[in-house]
């Protein structure tokens, strides 16, 4: 049996807060194993401007919430309520005591512009910057500039800069196995929130053998950009990169951007104008998109921000690309009296989440158990409540208002498996969501399988949707790229399937997807997995996987991956996706 029950009208909710508050809102700290939640929020201080901090809530999340604490916690804490907050993961210890950080832009830029090449930035995760292959013909490194995103409590999120004679020294050693290995142990120490720090029970998300998403973008920048083109890297934290739900992410992501231009603008030796390209090769499902009525939150806020370093000289272009996401089921057009499957699998470690964006009041949902179990949400303002099954709690319910009429809803799921005692688990099978009346809802997937499972006998899964007449392949075995062959009572679409980042029209912001070709044959097409945006609006740019790339590195046929560097060493590895398209592109642009 399915019921519902409320918590709270909360005033103030983190952003992220479903999934990533699932454990805490659902299932007491298990008893001698105290959980203590990190929490990213906007600082205030006196001179009236303000800086991203960490900090550890001082009471359990689950009560702030139930009491409607927790913007006055954000205020004890020096922080600014009316901002977005976002959970930022758990430790078993309390620090406290983040230090103000004004963020007034550097000075205009004087002069006539830097008509030369652009400076070319990267962030990413696992950046391998010492490889052999990122020198030039003299051997100089042709990174010029290297840091961590900090991602600790009790501190202001800022970069971990090397120094020019750190950078100079990795760049030496890495040359040898022993030199790789030392790399990485003192980026462990300098950079403690990076993917080079161990993660959790202390495996590696990036052993040194495997293949890293950040060395192998470096290595597609560099290989489209002029010779003399200098390149400025920065490690994502890796508590972002497991976040697949781009949940943290969306938190991170605006401080992580300005903190990489102005250690771009610190390393130039003069006052000039100048243009800038960075790669953001992540990406994330959900919206709104454009043409919803109301703009994505994070990209506003992004387009602000590039826009006002434009206004003092540094000019930035944004490369993302469009996502993998195609064939994956994650988007569908629920209409009035519809149901849609969502499908749990069995052995899943990672909570389900599904996000409903739509015009009007709080939607009038029905959802359905895999056993037939049946509860209606029907609640008339912005609020937040817990699935019960059996009298379990196994998942939560958050309504918001986003503006201009919009809402989102989010529906979470506990794992279907899991090995926390305090919580229980959700039925694996088809679960079904229908919108009993109403106007039509657009609902994703927030994807979770993160891929670097701590633990590999407690894995991640996707869940997905299903609709039963959606066509997957044509006669020919082929996946369809759109929605064209689909039968009118389909409701689970490719269209909508791009990256949030990559589905809004915004000057400074270039979307990037992958296409193949079969040479000699100049004709090219869209890769089977590069995503579709919400308003058929197609990307920017298109970028064939194989350009540029040496016979034997190449890229052979639609299923093709190109071999592209992964690590310190000159191993190659077979890969594919838009942010390989995507890399390819921002080198072309500087």
């Not at 659902?26 to 929020?41: F, K, N």
């Not at 604490?69 to 983040?98: H, K």
């Not at 040898?176 to 161990?198: C, F, H, T, W």
């Not at 890229?555 to 390989?580: D, Q």
Request: aromatic share 6%; net charge neutral.
């Amino acid at each position: 049996m399915l019921t519902f029950e409320d918590i709270s009208n909360p005033s103030h909710v983190p952003a992220n807060l479903l999934p990533a508050g699932v454990p805490e809102l659902l299932a007491p700290p298990a008893a001698g194993q105290p959980v203590v939640t990190r929490l990213l929020y906007q600082q205030v201080n006196a001179a009236g401007t303000g800086a991203y901090a960490v900090d550890h809530l001082a009471e359990p999340l689950a009560t702030l919430m139930a009491e409607d604490r927790l913007a006055q916690a954000i205020v004890d804490m020096g922080g600014d309520p009316s901002e977005p907050s976002f959970l930022a993961g758990r430790d078993t210890a309390a620090a406290t005591g983040s230090s103000a950080l004004a963020q007034a832009l550097p000075p205009s830029r004087t002069g006539q512009a830097d008509q030369g090449v652009a400076e070319m930035a990267v962030l990413d995760a696992g950046i391998a910057f010492w490889n052999p292959a990122f020198t030039d013909p003299n051997g100089q490194s042709r990174f010029a500039t290297f840091s961590g995103l900090r991602l600790q409590a009790g501190q202001v999120v800022g970069p971990q800069v090397l120094t020019a004679q750190q950078l100079s020294d990795m760049v030496a050693r890495g040359h040898s196995i022993p030199g790789d290995r030392e790399n990485r142990r003192q980026l462990a120490i300098l950079m403690p929130s990076s993917v080079y720090a161990p993660g959790p029970k202390g495996r590696d998300l990036f052993p040194p053998d495997e293949m890293a998403h950040g060395t192998a973008m470096s290595e597609m920048i560099l290989s489209t950009a002029p010779a003399d083109a200098r390149l400025h890297g920065m490690e994502l934290p890796q508590d972002v990169v497991r976040d697949l739900t781009g949940g943290l992410m969306t938190g991170v992501l605006v401080p992580a951007v300005r903190a990489l231009i102005d250690q771009v603008i610190a390393a130039r030796s003069d006052t000039k104008p100048f243009r800038m390209v960075m790669l953001v090769a992540f990406g994330f499902l959900g919206g709104p998109q454009e043409g919803m009525g109301v703009p994505a939150p994070l990209v506003s806020a992004l387009s602000a921000l590039l826009a006002s370093y434009r206004n003092i000289g540094v000019d930035v272009e944004m490369v993302v690309p469009m996502g993998n996401h195609l064939q994956d089921q994650a988007h569908a057009r629920l209409t009035a009296g519809r149901s849609v499957g969502w499908r749990i699998q069995p052995d899943d470690h990672s909570a389900n989440t599904l996000e409903l964006i739509y015009q009007g009041r709080p939607a009038r949902l029905r959802l359905t158990a895999p056993d037939g179990s049946k509860l209606k949400l029907r609640r008339k303002r912005a609020a937040l409540g817990r699935i019960l099954y059996q009298g379990r709690a196994i998942g939560a319910v958050w309504d918001e208002p986003l503006g201009r009429g919009m809402w989102r809803t989010r529906i979470s799921l506990t794992p279907s498996a899991t090995r926390n005692t305090g919580l229980s688990h959700a039925p694996f099978g088809r679960w079904q969501v229908k919108l009993r009346k109403g106007r039509a809802v657009q609902t994703w997937v927030l994807r979770d399988e993160v891929g670097f499972d701590p633990d590999p006998s407690a894995p991640s899964r996707r869940s997905w949707l299903e609709d039963g007449v959606r066509p997957l392949r044509d006669p020919l075995g082929y996946p369809f790229l759109d929605d064209s062959a689909a039968p009118a009572g389909a409701l689970v679409l490719r269209d909508g399937s791009a990256s949030l980042l990559a589905t809004h029209q915004q000057a400074q912001i270039t979307s990037v997807g992958a296409q193949w070709s079969a040479k000699p044959d100049p004709t090219t097409a869209q890769s089977w997995y590069s995503g579709n945006a919400l308003n058929g609006m197609p990307p920017d740019q298109w970028a064939d996987l194989s350009y540029g790339a040496q016979s034997e590195y190449r890229s052979i046929g639609p299923f093709g991956r190109r071999a592209v560097l992964g690590n310190g060493s000159p191993r190659r590895y077979r890969a594919a996706g838009t942010s390989l398209a995507a890399a390819l592109v921002a080198g072309q642009r500087a």
